[in-house]
């Protein structure tokens, strides 16, 4: 019988030194590279190795074809930035074995875990996520957008520190803007908000701002945008970028 595998792993964020081990390791086993046509560009693969890069959108067929090619007997990496089952493909190929043909049940599934853009960016400026915190995506392909609103609505009730994944695309440029409004009617002014697009690859742009002041035209779809909590602080530094951090104890209000 196959001995076909899935492995379905995370590039990291950009820099290489943030790929793990075991995704290189893993990548260096596969025969057949599956995701987005610019995660697989970031992948050196020998020549017999076969790329299958596909659109942003595609991810369940994506999926699927990626379980096809392990019952085949292929050893098939699925690829992700970051980590790959934070708003990326490793739920997309669960979905696909819950829907798909039992026999792909049997299959050998293993994830990697990656460093999410989020912890990549919380490094660059600090410790933010260091009291509790939580990541939403402010796309609103998979979800109505209502949605979004009620959850960044609640996490900012909550106190949470939020990471936001997605904070624009080219068709919804307005996203980002309409929820920043919002997050100015329950939290202060001066909670600490960092925009950082492309962290850790050679274009990194890192900007330590507060949320009244937090202007939506400073992300593109490579940002990720930290809000802070009450407890968030940014720490002046003369020459530099504000340090920013999330004090450990919170009180309730
Ligand atoms: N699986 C990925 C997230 C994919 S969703 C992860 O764990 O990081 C795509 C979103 O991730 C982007 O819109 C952006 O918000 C964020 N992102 C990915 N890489 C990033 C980087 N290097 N710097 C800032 N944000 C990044």
Same mark, same amino acid.
């Given at each position: 019988?196959?001995?076909?595998?899935?492995?379905?792993?995370?590039?990291?964020?950009?820099?290489?030194?943030?790929?793990?081990?075991?995704?290189?390791?893993?990548?260096?086993? $596969?025969?057949?590279?599956?995701?987005?046509? *610019?995660?697989?560009?970031?992948?050196?693969?020998?020549?017999?190795?076969?790329?299958?890069?596909?659109?942003?959108?595609?991810?369940?067929?994506?999926?699927?074809?990626?379980?096809?090619?392990?019952?085949?007997?292929?050893?098939?990496?699925?690829?992700?930035?970051?980590?790959?089952?934070?708003?990326?493909?490793?739920?997309?190929?669960?979905?696909?074995?819950?829907?798909?043909?039992?026999?792909?049940?049997?299959?050998?599934?293993?994830?990697?875990?990656?460093?999410?853009?989020?912890? $990549?960016?919380?490094?660059?400026?600090?410790?933010?996520?260091?009291?509790?915190?939580?990541?939403?995506?402010?796309?609103?392909?998979?979800?109505?957008?209502?949605?979004?609103?009620?959850?960044?609505?609640?996490?900012?009730?909550?106190?949470?520190?939020?990471?936001?994944?997605?904070?624009?695309?080219?068709?919804? *440029?307005?996203?980002?803007?309409?929820?920043?409004?919002?997050?100015?009617?329950?939290?202060?002014?001066?909670?600490?908000?960092?925009?950082?697009?492309?962290? #850790?690859?050679?274009?990194?742009?890192? #900007?330590?701002?507060?949320?009244?002041?937090?202007?939506?035209?400073?992300?593109?779809?490579?940002?990720?945008?930290?809000?802070?909590?009450?407890?968030?602080?940014?720490?002046?530094?003369?020459?530099?970028?504000?340090?920013?951090? #999330?004090?450990?104890?919170?009180?309730?209000?």
């Amino acid at each position: 019988m196959s001995a076909g595998r899935v492995l379905i792993l995370g590039l990291g964020p950009g820099d290489a030194a943030l790929r793990t081990p075991q995704s290189t390791a893993a990548l260096a086993e $596969a025969t057949d590279l599956v995701g987005y046509g *610019p995660y697989l560009d970031r992948v050196a693969a020998a020549p017999h190795v076969v790329r299958h890069p596909s659109d942003n959108r595609e991810e369940l067929s994506r999926a699927r074809h990626a379980l096809s090619l392990a019952e085949a007997g292929r050893v098939v990496a699925v690829v992700s930035s970051g980590d790959a089952g934070v708003f990326a493909m490793a739920s997309a190929v669960f979905e696909a074995v819950e829907a798909g043909d039992p026999a792909w049940r049997r299959l050998d599934i293993a994830v990697c875990p990656g460093i999410s853009a989020m912890l $990549a960016v919380a490094a660059r400026v600090g410790a933010p996520l260091g009291g509790d915190h939580c990541a939403i995506s402010l796309s609103d392909n998979l979800k109505p957008w209502p949605l979004v609103l009620q959850r960044v609505r609640a996490a900012a009730g909550a106190g949470f520190v939020m990471a936001f994944y997605n904070p624009l695309s080219r068709a919804r *440029p307005w996203q980002l803007g309409q929820v920043l409004s919002e997050l100015r009617t329950l939290l202060p002014g001066d909670v600490p908000v960092v925009f950082a697009t492309a962290a #850790t690859r050679p274009e990194e742009r890192i #900007t330590v701002t507060t949320l009244a002041e937090a202007d939506p035209a400073l992300a593109d779809m490579r940002t990720l945008v930290l809000v802070g909590s009450r407890e968030t602080r940014a720490i002046a530094r003369e020459d530099a970028a504000p340090w920013v951090y #999330t004090r450990r104890d919170a009180r309730t209000r």
